[in-house]
């Protein structure tokens, strides 16, 4: 809906967004709870700049954005929450945690692989030996 930057208190603003959603948690493949959130959002698009159908297309492709890599980075990894300063140093555990996502995806549908991130980090931190094999190019 079409907003007065006034009266939300935000300059700029110009269009009011409510979305409401339907999330789920998963564990080890399986849906274990379901909730229905709302959320609201704000744009300094007019209404003659971005139709609703537009800006729902714009929000879907930020959250697939978001639930691809961003959140498993987030939530599984806790990526925000780590306090690295230096550069090369931030950009180093960027690149592990690609890596530890990249070979997740590459086990993903095999016979034994695990369905999740957190099942696949806690198998190999118990047993390293086999991916330690792998990059070392020996067989096991």
Not at 43 to 64: C, I, K, M, N
Not at 65 to 88: A, K, L, S, Y
Request: glycine share 4%; net charge positive.
């Amino acid at each position: 809906m079409p907003i007065d930057p006034a009266t939300v208190g935000l300059a700029g603003a110009a269009q009011l967004i409510r979305i409401r959603r339907r999330v789920q948690t998963v564990r080890k493949g399986q849906v274990i709870k379901e909730t229905i959130e709302i959320a609201y959002l704000v744009t300094s698009l007019w209404v003659e700049e971005a139709t609703p159908e537009q800006l729902l297309q714009w929000a879907r492709v930020h959250w697939s954005i978001e639930n691809g890599q961003h959140f498993r980075r987030d939530r599984t990894q806790d990526e925000d929450r780590c306090t690295v300063r230096n550069m090369t140093t931030a950009r180093n555990l960027s690149l592990f945690r690609s890596l530890a996502i990249f070979l997740h995806e590459q086990q993903r549908w095999a016979r034994r692989g695990k369905k999740s991130l957190p099942d696949y980090e806690r198998k190999i931190l118990r047993a390293p030996s086999p991916l330690i094999s792998r990059f070392m190019g020996e067989t096991t």
